[in-house]
């Protein structure tokens, strides 16, 4: 209960914030997903209506977006942290961790609004709005908006609805409540077209982001008698499909759908010249029996109980074994000794 009123004092405050502060600079994490996008959109729009000065950064590496994200018109958009960031409010939106953005370097002292649903947050905030139960930081946004009644622009709907349908997966995650079909009842009513946002995120889609798909199926091997379900691809498979980094998104749910998996692991060596011979990890547990953010955390990264990642210097072999370890310590197994993977 202390809990819940804690976040009730603290939804007062950033609303405080959001009334009186005049400059804003909004922020998310790098690689920027539907969710960071759609809530810096739909933040951007709350201020503006407000009449702030609002400005959105995201860092050169993070543009341009990857394709099915470009739609969005990001007004104000900057690309390196302005000179009177000293004077800003920064809101830090979806970001569950602030090493997750590299692009902003903070005096002491800044006002840091911290406005995210990752149960792991690390509230490196000045004010630490974290709701782990809402389904996406577009909900957050979203109750933000109603709370100052303020009428979102169509724009703003369609930010909102993108952030709640990327982070429940389509309503079909566990993180889908009453509350994300109530924001979407809201917002169709609202003139949001379903079927145009579907067709941009979903279809529409370049090939080599097939050729991709194709090359991951083919690298999938399975540990410990399915738990682990494992695909990985190179840089050079990369570049053989003619795919960007991007083109890797979506591919993981597949590996999740395969009966018998509780972990599936999407394993992409990040592409030269930036950093070459690491790799990118991306976990997702099936059902509550692993917590796949605490294996991520384990190396320094972070995420949802069912859904996280994080980046690594490990080789292949050293990775697949710490995983099958992890997997194994969690579900209270031995890990299966014989060493060999059964290959799909
Ligand atoms: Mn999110």
Redesign the pocket.
Not at 125 to 141: D, F, K, Q, R
């Given at each position: 209960v202390s809990g819940e009123h804690d976040l009730s004092a603290t939804r007062a405050a950033i609303l405080a914030h959001l009334r009186e502060d005049r400059l804003f600079l909004l922020v998310s994490h790098e690689n920027p997903?539907g969710?960071?996008l759609g809530s810096l959109v739909a933040m951007h729009g709350l201020l503006s209506a407000l009449g702030k000065d609002v400005q959105i950064l995201i860092s050169p590496g993070d543009l341009p977006l990857p394709y099915e994200y470009r739609f969005f018109e990001l007004e104000d958009l900057i690309q390196a942290p302005p000179g009177d960031v000293g004077q800003r409010t920064v809101v830090f939106l979806?970001c569950g961790n602030i090493d997750r953005n590299s692009a902003v370097a903070l005096g002491d002292g800044a006002h840091l609004l911290n406005v995210d649903?990752?149960h792991d947050n690390t509230r490196f905030g000045t004010l630490n709005y974290v709701v782990s139960e809402a389904s996406?930081?577009a909900e957050i946004v979203w109750g933000l908006l109603r709370e100052l009644e303020i009428a979102a622009t169509p724009a703003v709907a369609e930010a909102l609805y993108v952030?709640l349908i990327t982070?429940t997966g389509r309503f079909m995650y566990e993180n889908t409540g009453p509350g994300a079909h109530e924001m979407a009842a809201e917002l169709i009513a609202g003139g949001v077209d379903v079927q145009g946002v579907y067709r941009r995120l979903y279809e529409e889609m370049p090939m080599p982001k097939l050729a991709l798909l194709a090359q991951a199926l083919l690298n999938t091997r399975r540990f410990d008698s399915g738990a682990l379900t494992l695909a990985t691809l190179s840089a050079e498979e990369f570049r053989q499909a003619g795919a960007e980094e991007s083109y890797s998104e979506g591919i993981i749910d597949h590996l999740r759908a395969v009966q018998g998996t509780k972990v599936a692991v999407l394993i992409r060596e990040l592409t030269p010249p930036q950093s070459r011979g690491t790799h990118k990890v991306s976990l997702r547990a099936t059902d509550g029996e692993v917590d796949v953010s605490a294996i991520a955390r384990a190396q320094g990264g972070g995420g949802h109980r069912r859904a996280a990642g994080f980046s690594t210097a490990l080789g292949l072999e050293e990775l697949s074994s710490f995983l099958r370890r992890e997997i194994a310590a969690q579900l209270d197994r031995a890990v299966d000794q014989h060493p060999a993977a059964s290959v799909v």
């Amino acid at each position: 209960v202390s809990g819940e009123h804690d976040l009730s004092a603290t939804r007062a405050a950033i609303l405080a914030h959001l009334r009186e502060d005049r400059l804003f600079l909004l922020v998310s994490h790098e690689n920027p997903d539907g969710d960071a996008l759609g809530s810096l959109v739909a933040m951007h729009g709350l201020l503006s209506a407000l009449g702030k000065d609002v400005q959105i950064l995201i860092s050169p590496g993070d543009l341009p977006l990857p394709y099915e994200y470009r739609f969005f018109e990001l007004e104000d958009l900057i690309q390196a942290p302005p000179g009177d960031v000293g004077q800003r409010t920064v809101v830090f939106l979806d970001c569950g961790n602030i090493d997750r953005n590299s692009a902003v370097a903070l005096g002491d002292g800044a006002h840091l609004l911290n406005v995210d649903h990752h149960h792991d947050n690390t509230r490196f905030g000045t004010l630490n709005y974290v709701v782990s139960e809402a389904s996406c930081t577009a909900e957050i946004v979203w109750g933000l908006l109603r709370e100052l009644e303020i009428a979102a622009t169509p724009a703003v709907a369609e930010a909102l609805y993108v952030g709640l349908i990327t982070d429940t997966g389509r309503f079909m995650y566990e993180n889908t409540g009453p509350g994300a079909h109530e924001m979407a009842a809201e917002l169709i009513a609202g003139g949001v077209d379903v079927q145009g946002v579907y067709r941009r995120l979903y279809e529409e889609m370049p090939m080599p982001k097939l050729a991709l798909l194709a090359q991951a199926l083919l690298n999938t091997r399975r540990f410990d008698s399915g738990a682990l379900t494992l695909a990985t691809l190179s840089a050079e498979e990369f570049r053989q499909a003619g795919a960007e980094e991007s083109y890797s998104e979506g591919i993981i749910d597949h590996l999740r759908a395969v009966q018998g998996t509780k972990v599936a692991v999407l394993i992409r060596e990040l592409t030269p010249p930036q950093s070459r011979g690491t790799h990118k990890v991306s976990l997702r547990a099936t059902d509550g029996e692993v917590d796949v953010s605490a294996i991520a955390r384990a190396q320094g990264g972070g995420g949802h109980r069912r859904a996280a990642g994080f980046s690594t210097a490990l080789g292949l072999e050293e990775l697949s074994s710490f995983l099958r370890r992890e997997i194994a310590a969690q579900l209270d197994r031995a890990v299966d000794q014989h060493p060999a993977a059964s290959v799909v």
